[in-house]
């Protein structure tokens, strides 16, 4: 019954809109697809990638950046007295990236753990934010 009201709900509008519902073509998954200018290299639209990066960085300023400091470095406002790793250096990059969430998620040596606070895909998303940052000068 629903079915069958939805398509003559469907077949009125389109008569409404002056449209023959036989002319359409027939609907494919193509009809979604972006223009190869509108795509990436990996296929990604660029504004879904631009729209992660701002996620990731806005956990990270919100959960990290306060003793991380904003780029990282270990000089965040609340680091004063503080042995906060600098995330940029040598040391840290070359963690692998389940070290570094698993840190996130459970904390330990004065750093809160963020397991019950931020998701897992965002705690990835942190980690891969980390890997953009600035190097150290080692």
Avoid: N
Avoid at 5 to 26: F, I, K, M, N, Q
């Amino acid at each position: 019954m629903k079915y069958l009201l939805s398509t003559l709900l469907c077949a009125a509008l389109l008569t409404a809109c002056g449209e023959d519902p036989s002319s359409l073509p027939e609907w494919t998954p193509a009809d979604h697809a972006q223009p190869p200018s509108l795509q990436d290299p990996a296929g990604r639209a660029p504004a879904r990638r631009e729209a992660s990066v701002d996620l990731a960085r806005t956990l990270y300023m919100l959960h990290c950046a306060s003793c991380h400091g904003a780029g990282g470095k270990g000089d965040g406002p609340l680091a004063t007295g503080l042995t906060v790793p600098d995330l940029t250096a040598a040391a840290t990059r070359e963690k692998p990236d389940e070290a570094l969430v698993e840190k996130i998620r459970l904390g330990g040596a004065g750093m809160p753990a963020f397991g019950g606070t931020i998701p897992p895909d965002g705690m990835q998303a942190i980690v891969a934010y980390l890997r953009g940052l600035s190097p150290a000068e080692d």
